[in-house]
C-alpha cells in the first residue's frame, strides 16, 4: 500500500505562486507514475501534471508554462510548483500515485486565487 501527505496549499493573489509537496509512504517502489488532479467546485476532476518513474512529463494545457512538476532524487515526493496563479486555478489539489497495487490519492490540498 500507497500512503500520500500533501501540503502546500493556502490563498494566494492573482499572479502570485505556491509550491504544492507530496510524499509518499509504504510501498514506493511499486509507483510508476506520480501527479497532481484538481477539482474545482461543481467541476469534475481533471489532470493537471504526471511525472513518470522515467522522468517523462505531461502537462494539462491549461497549466504548460506556469506550473512545472518534479520529484527528488529518491522519487519519494513530487512537488508543483505554481506560478502566474489565475483565479481559475482556485480548485482542491490531489497528489496521485499510479502503482502496481493499484491508484492513490491524497487527501488533497485547497488552493485559492483571489481577483
Known amino acids: 500500500q500507497v500512503q500520500l501527505v500533501e501540503s502546500g496549499g493556502g490563498l494566494v493573489q492573482a499572479g502570485g505562486s505556491l509550491r504544492l509537496s507530496c510524499a509518499a509512504s509504504?510501498?514506493?517502489?511499486?509507483?510508476?507514475?506520480m501527479g497532481w488532479f484538481r477539482q474545482a467546485p461543481g467541476k469534475q476532476r481533471e489532470l493537471v501534471a504526471t511525472?513518470?518513474?522515467?522522468?517523462?512529463?505531461n502537462y494539462a494545457d491549461s497549466v504548460k508554462g506556469r506550473f512545472t512538476i518534479s520529484r527528488d532524487n529518491a522519487g519519494n515526493t513530487v512537488y508543483l510548483q505554481m506560478n502566474s496563479l489565475k483565479p481559475e486555478d482556485t480548485a482542491v489539489y490531489y497528489c496521485n500515485a499510479a502503482s502496481f497495487d493499484g491508484p492513490c490519492w491524497g487527501q488533497g490540498t485547497q488552493v485559492t486565487v483571489s481577483s
Open positions: 511525472i513518470t518513474r522515467g522522468g517523462r512529463i
Open positions: 509504504g510501498s514506493i517502489f511499486s509507483i510508476y507514475t
